[in-house]
C-alpha cells in the first residue's frame, strides 16, 4: 500500500469515526424558574457542566420548554417559556458552548384571545423539520418555520390540555409524545392525529417535559414531576414501542428541556476532502527539469 493509500485509509476511518461519541447531552430550565443551559450525564442525570444563563446580548434571561439540534446544521434551538410576557413563545437559537439566545421570532400559535402557545418540546425530524407540541389549545402538533419562527398547527388531536408535551421523532420517522400525564403515544405527522400507547408511569408522577433519542437509538424522557419549585426532576428511558418507563436519576430541579448534540457539521466532509487531496497530490508527477 502507498503513503498516500496509507492515509487516505486512515483519514477515512477517521471520518466514519468523528461522530462515534460526539453527542452530549444539553437540559434548559424553566418551568417559572430563570434559563440555566447545563450538560447532563446520561447514565445517571448528574450535571456535568452548568454551562451558564440563557441571556441575549442584552442581559435578558429567557427560560426554555424544548430543545432540539438540526441534524442538518448543528444549530441548537429552543422554545422560549410564557412567564414573562415580552419574551414569550418564541423560538429562538443557543449557542450551546456559552448559553447565548438569539431570537429566531415568534410562533403565533394557539387560541385567539388568549396567552398564545409556546411548544412544550421541539424536535426535528432526518430531513431539517421542525415540530413542536403546543401548550394552549391542547398538545397540538406544529410545524415550525426555522427562520421567521412561525408555527402551523398540522392537525387537532382532539385533546383540550397539554401536559408535558414532550416530542422525539425516531430514526425510523415515527413521532413519539407525552399528550398528557397519561397518554404516551405516536402523532401522525401528516394528519396530527395522537395515537395513545400507554399510559407511561413517571418515576416523580407529573408529566414528561421533554424527550430526545441519543445516538443510540435509545429514548430519553424529562420527568418534570407535580410540583416543580426546588424540586429534583428525574431522567428516564422509555422503550419506545410500549412506553416502559426505566428510572436513570435525579438531576436538576426545574429543567424543562433537553436534547441530544449532533457531530459538528461539515467535520466528516473536511476529512473526505483533506484525504482526498492528499491522494491527488500523491499521485501527481513530477515536473521536468
Known amino acids: 500500500m502507498t503513503r498516500a493509500s496509507t492515509l487516505l485509509s486512515g483519514l477515512a476511518v477517521l471520518a466514519v469515526a468523528a461522530p462515534a461519541g460526539a453527542a452530549s447531552l444539553y437540559a434548559a430550565t424553566a418551568a417559572g424558574g430563570p434559563g440555566e443551559l447545563y450538560t447532563l450525564n446520561p447514565a445517571t442525570g448528574a450535571v456535568v457542566q452548568d454551562v451558564g444563563p440563557l441571556n441575549d446580548a442584552n442581559g435578558v434571561n429567557y427560560?426554555?420548554?424544548?430543545?432540539?439540534?438540526?441534524?442538518?446544521?448543528?444549530v441548537l434551538f429552543g422554545s422560549t417559556a410564557n412567564n414573562v410576557a415580552a419574551i414569550q413563545a418564541r423560538l429562538v437559537t443557543i449557542n450551546p458552548a456559552t448559553g447565548r439566545v438569539t431570537v429566531v421570532g415568534q410562533f403565533n400559535a394557539g387560541n385567539a384571545g388568549t396567552t398564545p402557545a409556546t411548544m412544550g418540546d421541539l424536535a426535528f425530524d432526518s430531513a431539517g423539520n421542525l415540530y413542536g407540541v403546543g401548550t394552549v389549545g391542547g398538545p397540538q402538533l406544529y410545524r415550525i418555520d426555522t427562520v421567521t419562527g412561525k408555527a402551523t398547527v398540522v392537525g387537532?388531536?382532539?385533546?383540550?390540555?397539554?401536559?408535558?408535551?414532550?416530542?422525539?421523532?425516531?430514526?425510523d420517522g415515527i413521532f413519539y409524545g407525552n399528550a398528557s400525564s397519561a397518554r404516551y403515544g405516536t402523532y401522525n405527522p401528516?394528519?396530527?392525529?395522537f395515537t395513545t400507547i400507554t399510559n407511561p408511569v413517571e418515576p416523580i408522577g407529573g408529566a414528561f417535559a421533554?424527550?430526545?433519542f441519543d445516538p443510540s437509538g435509545v429514548l430519553y424522557g424529562l420527568d418534570l414531576g407535580p410540583d416543580t419549585a426546588g424540586k429534583a426532576t428525574h431522567l428516564t428511558t422509555i422503550?419506545?414501542?410500549?412506553?416502559?418507563?426505566?428510572?436513570?436519576?435525579?438531576?436538576?430541579?426545574?429543567?424543562d428541556a433537553i436534547a441530544f448534540s449532533v457531530p459538528e457539521p461539515g467535520a466528516v466532509g473536511l476529512l473526505v476532502v483533506a484525504a482526498a487531496s492528499v491522494a491527488v497530490r500523491r499521485r501527481r508527477p513530477a515536473k521536468s527539469r
Open 63 to 74: 427560560g426554555i420548554t424544548g430543545l432540539a439540534f438540526n441534524p442538518l446544521t448543528g
Open 156 to 171: 387537532s388531536t382532539g385533546l383540550t390540555s397539554t401536559e408535558g408535551g414532550a416530542l422525539a421523532v425516531g430514526s
Open 190 to 193: 401528516t394528519s396530527g392525529a
Open 210 to 212: 421533554a424527550f430526545d
Open 239 to 255: 422503550t419506545p414501542a410500549t412506553g416502559a418507563v426505566t428510572d436513570v436519576g435525579a438531576s436538576v430541579a426545574q429543567l
